[in-house]
């Protein structure tokens, strides 16, 4: 049941990725240029993203478990540090230059073409070198306690 009703969110989010025009990289870079011929039309996407996510998040937290069954596991760290910023800044810094995010990116894999295999390959390469990282990095913190 948890496989099908992953499939089927995953199913509606890519949908709406599609359908609101995250997967054409010219809009998103269009959205991030400011200065340039700026189109605002994904701030309403995102907008209304935000708003289902609060609804969803504000329901979420009066509930014990998941509707699965599932012990609910939501966010609790609050804090902003380095390795937040660092993120945030790669994060970006990539959405801006390519004009993918993880997100669009697989769905527009559904769609077809190179440049999101491109993105998607290298966002993986870049999922297992911070995984090798951490991996080190905590092995390294541990032998120093």
């Known amino acids: 049941m948890q496989v099908l009703m ?3 969110t995953g199913l509606i989010f890519g ?3 599609i359908l609101s025009g995250m997967t054409d990289p010219a809009k998103v870079i269009g959205f991030l ?3 340039g011929a700026w189109n605002p039309s994904l701030m309403f996407v995102m907008g209304g993203a ?3 996510a609060a609804i969803a998040f504000r329901f979420a937290k009066t509930r014990p ?3 699965l069954g599932d012990v609910m596991r939501l966010p609790t760290a609050r804090q902003i540090d380095r390795r937040l910023v660092l993120g ?3 994060f970006g810094g990539g959405w801006g230059l390519a004009g993918y995010c993880p ?3 697989l769905a527009s894999l559904a769609i077809g073409g190179g440049k999101p295999l491109i993105f998607v390959v290298a966002m993986l390469a870049g999922m297992a070198i911070f ?3 951490d991996r080190r990095s905590s092995a390294h913190k541990r032998k120093a306690v």
């Open 65 to 67: 478990k998941a509707l």
């Open 50 to 52: 935000i708003l289902i």
């Open 15 to 17: 949908l709406g990725l």
């Open 103 to 105: 997100g669009p990116a």
């Open 6 to 8: 992953a499939f089927i």
């Open 131 to 133: 995984e090798i990282q």
């Open 88 to 90: 945030g800044l790669a």
């Open 33 to 35: 240029d400011i200065a």
